[in-house]
């Protein structure tokens, strides 16, 4: 028992730092973050904003075309959106124009 709580405590601590080692030093992604949400006029849009810096420049390399393009449409189209249905009609026009 005492084995298993060594084992999930190691996880807990180690998760942490693999995920800030993974993608915690990317000047592409802060870019990205600065220049989209500088603008951003709802939590929602900066949500969404978020999600697609994300994507592209932490998790890029594992996106397929169509993908990519979902997430550059959103990142041109949401930043100055105020209300949440504008940007959720944003995010269905960029999921249609690139489906995934």
Known sequence: ????ANLFLSITLATPLA?????????D???CILHSLGNS????AARAISD???????NGAMLLPRER???VCVLQNVQTVRG???VNE???????????
């Open 41 to 44: 006029q709802s939590s929602f």
């Open 52 to 58: 697609s810096c994300d994507a592209l420049y932490r």
């Open 90 to 100: 944003i995010l269905h026009a960029c999921r249609r124009q690139n489906p995934m």
């Open 1 to 4: 028992m005492l084995k298993l």
């Open 29 to 31: 992604y802060d870019q």
């Open 84 to 86: 949440a249905f504008a």
């Open 19 to 27: 995920a800030l080692a993974y993608g915690g030093n990317s000047p």
């Open 69 to 71: 393009a979902y997430h």
